[in-house]
């Protein structure tokens, strides 16, 4: 193999991974977004689970009172 075909191999090999390292920067930017999302929900999940116990307490009924239909 000529020096010519060696560099020439090598510019390709290193074009690929620059595509690929480009490839896998965008997946794990959208990978992020999408946590940050899910984190997002998850505090707002929270903060309502809190509010709907707090206004049970000060109802004074039981959270895990059986229906009268029971």
């Known amino acids: 193999m000529s020096q010519e075909e ?4 090598l ?4 074009a690929r991974q620059d595509d690929l390292v ?5 997946q ?3 990978q ?6 899910l984190e997002k929900l998850c505090l707002a999940l929270a903060s309502r ?3 709907i116990a707090i206004n049970a307490s000060q109802r004074g009924g039981a ?5 009268p239909h029971y």
């Not at 060696?6 to 191999?9: I, N």
């Not at 510019?11 to 290193?14: M, N």
């Not at 480009?22 to 965008?26: A, E, G, P, S, V």
């Open 11 to 14: 510019e390709i090999r290193i």
């Open 6 to 9: 060696r560099l020439v191999d």
């Open 22 to 26: 480009d490839t896998l920067n965008t």
């Open 32 to 37: 992020q977004k999408k946590i940050d999302e």
């Open 63 to 67: 959270v895990d009172e059986r229906p």
């Open 49 to 51: 689970l809190r509010e």
């Open 28 to 30: 794990v930017y959208q």
